[in-house]
């Protein structure tokens, strides 16, 4: 059985990030430079009967003047169309109008949506995250909403399985 999931953020969230540790090998390049991964970069995870495909889509932008920006948004909008599971990956505390645009293509879909709230390692107080989530939560219905560490690899392995169980 094969499955079909797609990481989704704006750039510099840490996508690449979290697909190189869900394959547990460096296959998309990471960048502390918004906007390196050009193309879509596909991985293939076997768990058993399980094979999940992960598409790590590039980053989507606003400012679509430039050619290579309106080509970048097409791939990544194209690869959204036949997934089975998206991840929503966001970062920490920090919400940008990048983001806000990436959630309302996101409204359009018709799988389930997983929030990751990535970069928790990076998060100082509870007291601030915590305010966060509430505020997340309430703007799409997510399937399940799950604070990780991309680069830690903390909480990864929960993102793994929700990829397998839900498809
Ligand atoms: P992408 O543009 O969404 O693919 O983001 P990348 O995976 O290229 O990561 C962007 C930057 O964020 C890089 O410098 C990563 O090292 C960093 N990063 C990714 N995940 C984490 C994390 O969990 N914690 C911290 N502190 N940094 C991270
Ligand atoms: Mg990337």
Redesign the pocket.
């Known amino acids: 059985y094969c499955g079909f999931v797609a990481i989704v953020?704006?750039?510099?969230?840490?996508?690449?990030?979290?697909?190189?540790q869900l394959l547990g090998q460096k296959v998309?390049?990471?960048?502390?430079k918004?906007?390196?991964?050009r193309h879509r970069i596909m991985g293939i995870h076997t768990e058993g009967a399980y094979q999940t495909i992960y598409v790590?889509t590039p980053?989507l932008h606003i400012e679509e003047k430039r050619a290579i920006n309106r080509l970048m948004n097409r791939a990544a909008t194209s690869s959204l169309g036949d997934v089975e599971m998206a991840v929503f990956?966001v970062e920490g505390t920090k919400w940008t109008a990048d983001d806000d645009m990436v959630l309302n293509k996101l409204r359009h879909l018709h799988c389930p949506v997983v929030l990751a709230i990535?970069?928790?390692?990076?998060v100082q107080s509870k007291d601030e995250l915590l305010p966060h989530i509430q505020w997340l939560s309430q703007q799409m219905n997510f399937a399940d909403i799950v604070p990780?560490?991309?680069?830690?690899g903390?909480n990864v392995d929960t993102i793994a399985r929700l990829a397998t169980s839900r498809l």
């Open positions: 953020g704006r750039p510099n969230v840490g996508k690449s990030t979290l697909l190189n998309s390049i990471t960048s502390r918004p906007q390196t991964t790590d980053g990956v990535n970069k928790i390692d990076n990780i560490s991309a680069e830690k903390t």
